[in-house]
């Protein structure tokens, strides 16, 4: 554009044939940058493509929150801890678990044992029960009673099991459910 007789250019504008404003040697060199980067995106994916191999989830295992807790007259039951792992293979994915129970004597109760009945759980990614079942063991008072189990989920190794749960819990009555619910609030 001409002003006042003299050629004036904004930073846009450019005289050079190719119309472009950065130098062909700087432009030579961005083409070859990114022809590089390219490539190694390329090489990236290719890398991914060679391991088709999906690393799935072990299922969340874990104690119902206000099923946790057992309260008879000879003492309290507690779910106080799971260990558990996972494997898969082509038809289901099994957990093997490790649940601790411990057991006190209420003030003034002399030791022993306390009957405790508990549950296993499964639920699946919309949370339905799949399975559940019951077991019965007696807990000595003042110690800790660990239960070895072994749930078996039918899932495909193609599915990953990680949205399925497994809870475990005490079998409970309406009334102890409700009491371990107003004792847990605030927690």
Sequence with gaps: MEVNGRLMT???MTTR?????VPTNRKAAR???LAALAGMGMLALAGCAENDAMVAGCPNVGVLRDAGTLRTDQGVAILSGILANCGYDDTSVTIAANVMI???ANEGAV????PVTYFVAVTDPNRNILSKKTFTTNVTVGSDT???LTQVIPVPKTMDARWFEVLVGFQLTPEQVAANRNSNEGR
């Design 102 to 104: 411990t057991a006190r």
């Design 31 to 33: 083409r070859m940058t």
């Design 146 to 148: 660990q239960e070895t």
């Design 17 to 21: 044939p190719n119309h472009s404003p």
């Design 10 to 12: 904004s930073p846009m």
């Design 111 to 114: 030791g022993g044992t306390i």
